[in-house]
């Protein structure tokens, strides 16, 4: 059974930072990619940023380019999203995803593993 586990989101002001992990159980995805998506409320889920587990490419959204950076741990098995220079407007819930393909897809529809979300809120 594959489970996807995100941790790391909470409370924070604007201007701070955050770092978010998802850890992988059940199979690994080294042929594979893994992303982030966020969901404000009333709003679709939107990708955040995403990586290609073998050979480290990486790809962001516009809105958090330089910002935030996607990185794994191959040992542990975990991908991680660290958030600088938080804004209000990145209040949301934050999800991780898997998928076997090698390509990083912007679609969650291509997605077939999802972590059960993690809430992120930047105040003013």
């Known amino acids: 059974q594959v489970q996807l586990v995100e941790s790391g989101g909470g409370l924070v002001q604007a201007g701070d930072s955050l770092r978010l992990s998802c850890a992988s159980s059940?199979?690994?995805?080294?042929?594979?990619?893994m992303a982030w998506f966020r969901q404000a409320p009333g709003k679709e889920r939107d990708f955040v940023a995403g990586i290609i587990w073998n050979d480290g490419r990486t790809r962001y959204a516009d809105s958090v380019k330089g910002r935030f950076t996607i990185s794994r741990d191959n040992a542990k098995n975990t991908v991680y999203l660290q958030m600088n220079t938080l804004k209000p407007d990145d209040t949301a819930v934050y999800y991780c995803a898997a998928r076997a393909q090698r390509s990083i897809s912007s679609i969650d529809d291509y997605y077939d593993y999802w972590g059960q979300g993690t809430q992120v809120t930047v105040s003013s």
């Open positions: 059940g199979r690994t995805f080294n042929n594979g990619a």
